[in-house]
């Protein structure tokens, strides 16, 4: 059928399109010659790709989804930023173990009628997040339905030096990456205002502006990691992508699980909500910036425990090289829950539960 016949077209042109990107010219090119000749290594062409991981390191693989209504919506997300933020919201799990990223397998859903331009758009955001952080496309999949990018990230590591969630013992630190909370004063903002009504006050205006930049560009924290798991030795990490009460949770129950026995978490509020661009932002939406910190999703940073005092002897440092702070927010104990200090110094259960994709609507 002539559709059909049309359809096909289309797919083949934007894969031997997105071929030539990845591959940085045309198939004849020397670059390309060299990408094809590395060992260990087949890219896209073939019905599968080929990956070797260097001598002494393992692979680690994972997998993440990103649709149109539940992840982004497109009246307030350019196609550039949905496709970059699909690679760091799946390369930040490498993160999460002090992996680095090597290759991507990328699926593409796009609805029927999408535009040349468009298609490039979206692929140029991917293409671009991945060179930021180091990694290659190597393959996937294009097919027609509802906009979603799903990333498959592959990476490797050494195997005695992974970190994982299941580490973490009472006493130790709980310390994060950047400002977590503030991609949650992005969507808010967005969802209540949109992206082109900022406030006139310059201070407000780049508050409003840091959280939207958490929100619609965020960065696996892939570097900051391997000097985390260099300097520190964490007995766990995490990353922050459904927000730090439930994804500190997953670090005590892993880690309890194979302690056998309880574990909880006293958190500072004063050092969740320290940051002064976090807590302009949270005055701006009337949301306390602490609560903004515990529940909110889609920041990308790291959570990571470790022994009492190795993670100061790292911050300073790390504030330097990084250009945003390492901030210890509390301790765990040997008691079931999540504990809240106040600024009065009296320690409260909080029931604060984190973020659902399962229970996001469109809007």
């Known amino acids: 059928m002539p559709v ?24 004849g090119s020397p670059r390309a010659r060299r990408s094809r000749g590395q060992p260990g290594l087949l890219g896209i062409g073939d019905d599968a790709a080929v990956w070797t991981p260097a001598r002494g390191k393992s692979a680690v693989l994972t997998v993440d989804a990103q649709v149109e209504g539940v992840h982004f919506h497109r009246r307030w997300t350019t196609l550039r930023q949905i496709g970059r933020r699909a690679v760091a919201s799946s390369v930040s799990d490498l993160a999460a173990m002090a992996a680095s990223p090597a290759a991507l397998l990328v699926a593409i ?92 006050s310059p201070s407000d205006r780049a508050a409003i502006h840091a959280a939207l930049r958490a929100f619609l560009a965020p960065t696996a924290r892939c570097r900051e990691a391997a000097e985390i798991a260099r300097s520190v030795a964490p007995t766990s990490m995490i990353d922050l992508s459904d927000g730090l009460a439930a994804d500190l949770g997953h670090i005590l129950d892993e880690s309890g699980v194979r302690r056998g026995k309880t574990l909880g978490a006293e958190i500072s509020a004063p050092a969740l909500a320290e940051n002064p661009i976090l807590g302009r932002a949270a005055a701006l939406l009337g949301q306390d910036p ?74």
């Open 290 to 363: 602490a609560g903004a910190a515990l529940e909110g999703g889609d920041d990308y940073e790291l959570c990571f425990t470790a022994p009492p005092g190795a993670g100061a002897r790292l911050a300073s440092r790390y504030a330097r090289r990084f250009g945003h702070a390492l901030t210890r927010i509390g301790r765990l104990v040997s008691r079931s829950g999540l504990w809240l200090e106040g600024e009065d110094g009296k320690v409260r259960r909080t029931r604060a539960a984190g973020y659902s994709h399962f229970l996001r609507r469109p809007r």
């Open 109 to 200: 859903t796009a609805p029927d009628g999408t535009a040349d331009r468009d298609f490039r758009e979206l692929y140029h955001g991917i293409h671009s997040g991945a060179a930021e952080l180091g990694a290659r496309v190597l393959g996937g999949n294009l097919s027609a339905g509802p906009l979603s990018i799903t990333i498959t990230a592959i990476g490797e590591g050494d195997p005695r030096k992974l970190l994982v969630r299941s580490g973490a013992d009472a006493g130790d630190e709980i310390w994060v990456t950047g400002v977590p909370g503030l991609a949650r004063l992005g969507l808010a903002w967005l969802e209540r205002r949109g992206a082109q009504a900022l406030p006139e």
């Open 4 to 27: 059909k016949r049309k359809a096909a077209s289309k797919e083949l042109a934007w894969i031997q399109w997105l071929r030539r990107l990845e591959e940085g010219g045309t198939r």
